[in-house]
């Protein structure tokens, strides 16, 4: 069955980086169409899309982290990544990294994925 794991949360100033993890297994993804995003929830917010990333390389960002935010994916190694530069407390939430096998849409919406990791929470202090 398809697993993903994130690591690389923790707590950091504002100003600062962070470079999140979602080791993923039990997906096939030779020659096959997919997509791959970030989400968070923050405390008493709904999910929201932070970053995705398709099979091909094309990428799409939310405004609140265009810039600032990358995604990116190693395919030898199953591995999604987001680096997080000049982090501010806003960005302090639950974050998720999510697969998508039959990707549609803008890549930035919950209910375009099927399979979740569990979350690492990252926390921005002031």
């Known amino acids: 069955q398809v697993q993903l794991v994130e690591s690389g949360g923790g707590s950091v100033q504002a100003g600062g980086s962070l470079r999140l993890s979602c080791a993923a297994s039990?997906?096939?993804?030779?020659?096959?169409?997919?997509?791959m995003g970030w989400f968070r929830q923050a405390p008493g917010k709904e999910r929201e899309g932070v970053a995705a990333i398709e099979n091909y390389g094309s990428t799409t960002y939310a405004d609140s982290v265009k810039g600032r935010f990358t995604i990116s994916k190693d395919n030898a190694k199953n591995t999604l990544y987001l680096q997080m530069t000049s982090l501010k407390p806003e960005d302090t939430a639950m974050y998720y990294c999510?697969?998508?096998?039959?990707?549609w849409g803008s890549g930035l919406v919950e209910t375009e994925y099927n399979y979740w990791g569990q979350g690492t929470l990252v926390t921005v202090s002031s």
């Open positions: 039990g997906y096939d993804y030779t020659y096959r169409t997919y997509r």
């Open positions: 999510a697969l998508d096998t039959f990707p």
